[in-house]
């Protein structure tokens, strides 16, 4: 049986680090769809081919590279993300993970309205404007980035509104989305409020979780 929990929102509001929680909890298998885009910018940053052949040419090892959480790197996936051909090159792959046995939690910007509008759980995942730079800010100098405040809120706005604007799967929440702000919430509140309600989900529908995997 599957169970799917889609979660989305705008950058550095904790989608990832609730996504992965709510994995390890449930014995989920967990995707961070960011990456796909990131893989795909990297790929045309590095060799000049074209997104939608990037897009095309993925592999599971341009995943698991080390430099794909650049501000550089972001900057491109948010305007590779914005063709549609790159977008359609990625969607079989998502949608075949959702519906994997077992259930899935996929983390990105389109997941609730374009790759899984029937998940059996829709989380819209925000922050302020301000606690998101300075969650990326934090993260980014742990890598050794030299990059200010300031450039980093400058960097995650930019890619807010073009991620918000586009034609095709813009951010938007899904009508039937839970929102979730995590402005004044610790990493632990926010992972507990996520967890109720997929829990409660989760007993409605009749999905056994295999929480022996933990
Ligand atoms: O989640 P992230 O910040 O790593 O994503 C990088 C970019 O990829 C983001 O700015 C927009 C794009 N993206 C998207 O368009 N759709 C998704 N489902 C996930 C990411």
Do not use: W
Request: aromatic share 4%; net charge negative.
């Amino acid at each position: 049986m599957s169970f799917t929990i889609a979660i989305d929102g705008p950058a550095a509001a904790g989608k990832g680090t609730i996504g992965r929680a709510l994995a390890e909890r449930f014995g989920l298998a967990h995707l961070d769809t960011g990456l796909l885009y990131r893989a795909t910018a990297r790929l045309v940053l590095d060799t000049g081919v074209t997104p939608v052949e990037a897009a095309r040419a993925l592999t599971s090892d341009a995943l698991d590279r080390d430099d794909l959480r650049t501000a550089e790197v972001g900057q491109e996936a948010s305007k590779v993300a914005a063709i549609p051909e790159v977008r359609e090159a990625l969607l079989n792959f998502q949608r075949a993970f959702a519906q994997r046995a077992g259930g899935a939690v996929l983390d990105g910007r389109d997941i609730g309205t374009v790759i899984c509008p029937d998940a059996e759980v829709k989380l819209f995942v925000t922050a302020s404007d301000v606690v998101r730079a300075q969650r990326r800010h934090a993260e980014l100098a742990a890598t050794g980035s030299t990059l200010g405040l300031d450039e980093v809120l400058q960097e995650i706005k930019a890619r807010d509104a073009r991620d918000s604007a586009r034609a095709n799967a813009p951010l938007v929440p899904a009508e039937d989305s839970i929102q979730l702000d995590t402005s004044e919430l610790t990493i632990l509140q926010a992972i507990e409020n996520a967890a109720e309600i997929t829990y409660a989900r989760m007993s409605e529908s009749g999905f056994q979780a295999d929480l022996d995997s933990n």
